[in-house]
């Protein structure tokens, strides 16, 4: 990991500290797409709204499922945002000031109760929107091929491997995790 530090730089993130109803659906649409495409598909889920800003849960729970799809969102997506509205309202998320008081565990546990939130976007709310400090998100693919990489391995390691490796970044695995997504953006632009 040194040598990989060594070569990036500094990685400074500050987090987004958006409600958790906001965070979970920014990372819901943009699961499983570019950035660019998630980025056009989050502009017209708000501009269906016609408020300005982010919809409250409360909005989007008087819109239809296929109204939400007219922006772009699959059947499961409109949904899953849907579900979380729900879960929003029913104080299954919690508030910012609610997930300050949690462990990364309790957060982990209310949210994946929710159809459509998985480990994955629950982490990415602990990484990016709350800013927590020991979050190694071993199923992402960028994370993955970014140990891959850096470490020289000829295969992308398991999950479980890469949790066992993870161990000995603790209690700062976030920063680990950001150099290896940097590590594989570096191979995605040919830099590496």
Known sequence: MSRLIDRIG?????????????????????QQLSGASAGKILS???????IGRFPEPEEVLRMSPERLRTAGLSRPKANYVIGIAEGTVSRVVPSLDECDQLTDAEILDRL??????????????????LGRPDVLPIHDLGVRRGFQISHGK????????????????APHRTVAAFYLWRAADFLADGEW
């Open 10 to 30: 500094p990685i400074r993130r500050r987090p987004h500290r958006l409600p958790p109803f906001q965070s979970l659906v920014h990372a819901v649409i943009h």
């Open 44 to 50: 017209r889920f708000v501009d269906l709204f016609g």
């Open 112 to 129: 994946t109760a929710i159809n459509g939130i998985g480990r994955w976007t629950v982490e990415m709310l602990l990484i990016f929107n």
């Open 154 to 169: 000829r295969n992308l390691p398991e999950p479980d491997q890469l949790a066992r490796h993870g161990n000995r970044w």
